[in-house]
């Protein structure tokens, strides 16, 4: 079982940066370093979709949505149990509720279907 918990989005201007963290807690049995970890957003009125995800262990593998290549940087810290998204040059259309998920896998998937945990989600807003 995990537990997932983003924090770090907000109210922000074209153009500005960001950092969302996604905070896991790992029952006993696994560890969080043995998941594939994906960032997911929601648009109002549209479904969600990849953006971003990294491979298990030391996360030497990243993959990105391509509509966000180049602004997002997708990390993680598995001393902290924790993941990151990393977004420069922010748009309007960068407008969403960002998810952390967590799969039971060495690569992350580009379908949601695929992932085993979810977070509750952080509200990123970005005014123009």
């Known amino acids: 079982q995990v537990q997932l918990a983003e924090s770090g989005g907000g109210l922000v201007q074209a153009g500005d940066s960001l950092r969302l963290s996604c905070v896991a807690s790992v029952a006993s049995g696994r560890t969080f370093r043995s998941y594939a970890m994906g960032w997911f957003r929601q648009a109002p009125g549209k479904e969600r979709e990849f953006v971003a995800g990294?491979?298990?262990?030391?996360?030497?593998?990243?993959y990105y949505h391509d509509s966000v290549k180049g602004r997002f940087t997708i990390s993680r810290d598995n001393a902290k149990n924790t993941v990151y998204l990393q977004i420069h040059s922010l748009k309007p259309e960068d407008t969403a509720v960002y998810y952390c998920a967590a799969e039971t896998a060495a690569t992350p998937a580009l379908s949601r279907s695929a992932y085993d945990y979810w977070g509750q989600g952080t509200q990123v807003t970005v005014s123009s």
């Open positions: 990294i491979s298990n262990w030391s996360g030497t593998r990243t």
